[in-house]
């Protein structure tokens, strides 16, 4: 199990792809908290999946007159596959040289 925290913070070149960014969307948005809970498991000693669920909440102004602002509240659910290579022990070796 982990939890994770962060901050969602925007840019101003995201992409929306059900409206028209450039005429309806001043993309005027804000930072804010990140949040999220996963719970993995191994089935294999090199092979692992982990299914999580987030959510965060971001705001943004539409270019009307007035402008309108719009809360939207984001719950990702996630599910990943993870793969593990057997290196062995890594060991750190000095050479010393003779001078």
Not at 50 to 61: A, L, N, Q, V
């Amino acid at each position: 199990m982990v939890l994770k925290g962060g901050i969602y913070s925007p840019s101003a070149t995201f992409d929306l792809g059900n409206i028209n960014v450039s005429s309806t969307f001043d993309a005027n948005t804000k930072t804010g908290f990140d949040g999220e809970i996963a719970f993995g498991h191994f089935f294999l000693p090199t092979f692992a999946m982990e299914m999580g669920i987030g959510y965060f909440k971001g705001t943004g102004s539409f270019a009307t007159t007035p402008p309108q602002a719009r809360d939207f509240n984001v719950i990702p659910v996630i599910l990943s596959a993870k793969a593990f290579i057997p290196a062995g022990p890594i060991r750190h070796s000095v050479i010393r040289r003779s001078g």
